[in-house]
T-cell receptor
Framework: RKEVEQDPGPFNVPEGATVAFNCTYS??????FFWYRQDCRKEPKLLMS???SGNEDGRFTAQLNRASQYISLLIRDSKLSDSATYLC??????????????FGAGTRLAVHP | EPEVTQTPSHQVTQMGQEVILRCVPI?????FYWYRQILGQKVEFLVS????????KSEIFDDQFSVERPDGSNFTLKIRSTKLEDSAMYFC?????????????FGDGTRLSIL
């Protein structure tokens, strides 16, 4: 089983649509979770951290289900500028330590007019 | 907003040559990392560095690779004898001291092309 698994997409949606991405991770001891976005041939940029209670940042909502080892990202009212690859990222280490990040392969989103 | 900066943006090197990739992490960050991304593939961890020593490395980071923090600001990745399969985007990242849930911030990468 892959350490972090995502549906590669692409998800092609019209502007204004709501879209959801899912991710599963294999290491039940993982402690920290993030969504990054990556534009073509650019660096990963932090979109948001993911907390157990779920968290929201504007149009973006992230959820974590530790029992199912499942993370989700919901984007409401999609904009053309949301077109990118969304990376599910897990820190498999307990609190403290050096905390390498394990990346999923990403889910591509294309928002069209 | 403070940034991680990387130089050069693109490096073209003959196979077998040594290459040094440079990074300036965010100034109050204490954990440093190198990742690579082969074209079309996922981002992969190479090495983490803290308190002037390697704290963890992946299987990719063999004895052809080394890292150094030669002064208070730069963090370098050296590949001693490059191979064709080293062609990739190399990202430097840094993180503030604190719990593991602090995110890592990435530089805009060096594209390494081995001929």
């Amino acid at each position: 089983r892959k350490e972090v698994e995502q549906d590669p997409g692409p998800f092609n949606v019209p502007e204004g649509a709501t879209v959801a991405f899912n991710c599963t991770y294999s290491n039940s001891a993982s402690q920290s979770f993030f969504w990054y976005r990556q534009d073509c041939r650019k660096e990963p940029k932090l979109l948001m951290s993911v907390y157990s209670s779920g968290n929201e940042d504007g149009r973006f909502t992230a959820q974590l289900n530790r029992a199912s080892q499942y993370i989700s990202l919901l984007i409401r009212d999609s904009k053309l500028s949301d077109s990118a690859t969304y990376l599910c990222v897990v820190n498999p280490r307990a609190a403290g330590g050096y905390n390498k990040l394990i990346f999923g392969a990403g889910t591509r989103l294309a928002v069209h007019p | 907003e403070p940034e991680v900066t990387q130089t050069p943006s693109h490096q073209v090197t003959q196979m077998g040559q040594e290459v040094i990739l440079r990074c300036v992490p965010i100034s109050n960050h204490l954990y440093f990392y190198w990742y690579r991304q082969i074209l079309g593939q996922k981002v992969e961890f190479l090495v983490s560095f803290y308190n002037n020593e390697i704290s963890e490395k992946s299987e990719i980071f063999d004895d052809q690779f080394s890292v150094e923090r030669p002064d208070g600001s730069n963090f370098t990745l050296k590949i001693r004898s490059t191979k064709l399969e080293d062609s990739a985007m190399y990202f430097c990242a840094s993180r503030i001291l604190g719990r593991g849930d602090q995110p890592q911030h990435f530089g805009d990468g060096t594209r390494l092309s081995i001929l």
